[in-house]
């Protein structure tokens, strides 16, 4: 079974600095995929960044990118400019094969990003 | 930008009444999924859907539960007989195509809340 480690709880940062959060993963799948989604405080899931275990390079999407060094089952997050709009809660989650194409999420327990102006 | 639509935003049920949730996945999208997130936890995958019929369902989707797709656009999770721990976020995605880095869409989510 795959498991996703979100350790930090709540995490606090300074507008326009940037900040790191934390995800390890455990699967015994060779090919497996990585998605980090925030979850504002109105709810909704929106999805920031994919990284796939056979990329050659970390992912990047604008100010979003991944620290993925897939040695220590880590993809951590890094957003770089911290905008007050940035406070959320955010959820690492790792794909699981259904059968063919299909998958479905497995996600961690997420970190609560404050940015405080 | 096109988007995933669950209606309705909100809804409070008696304890032991069916309650049907809904959702319009983007148009052209294959794969349809709900999960839910009980106030405080980790968001928690129920039931994945495709090409009319279920192809994964976790512990969770008991024989209370069931979905549809009735019209090529609608679809829906209906829960028979409600729980008070059936209470929770339940969020509809879907997924367009077979390669595997395209990511689910979710929608806002409806806010179930069973008395």
């Known amino acids: 079974a795959q498991k996703i480690t979100q350790t930090q709880p709540g995490m606090f940062v300074q507008e326009k600095e940037a900040v790191t959060l934390d995800c390890t993963y455990d699967?015994?799948?060779?090919?497996?995929?990585l998605f980090w989604y925030k979850q504002p405080s109105s709810g909704e899931m929106i999805f920031l960044i994919y990284?796939?275990?056979?990329?050659?390079q970390n992912a990047t999407e604008g100010r979003y990118s991944l620290n993925f060094q897939k040695a220590r089952k880590s993809a951590n997050l890094v957003i770089s400019a911290s905008q007050l709009g940035d406070s959320a809660m955010y959820f690492c989650a790792m794909r699981e094969y259904s059968g063919g194409s299909n998958y479905k999420l497995t996600f961690g327990k997420g970190t609560l990003l404050t940015v405080n102006p | 930008e096109p988007e995933v639509t669950q209606t309705p935003s909100h809804q409070v049920t008696q304890m032991g009444q069916e309650v049907i949730l809904r959702c319009v996945p983007i148009?052209?999208?294959?794969?349809f999924y709900w999960y839910r997130q009980i106030l405080g936890q980790k968001v928690e995958f129920l039931v994945s859907f495709y090409n009319n019929e279920i192809s994964e369902k976790s512990e969770i989707f008991d024989d209370q539960f069931s979905v549809e797709r009735p019209d090529g656009s609608n679809f829906t999770l209906k829960i028979r007989s409600t729980k008070l721990e059936d209470s929770a976020m339940y969020f509809c995605a879907s997924r367009g195509t077979d390669i595997s880095n395209q990511p689910q869409h979710f929608g806002d989510g409806t806010r179930l809340s069973i008395l």
């Open positions: 699967t015994s799948d060779p090919s497996y995929g």
């Open positions: 990284q796939g275990s056979y990329d050659q």
């Open positions: 148009s052209n999208h294959l794969y």
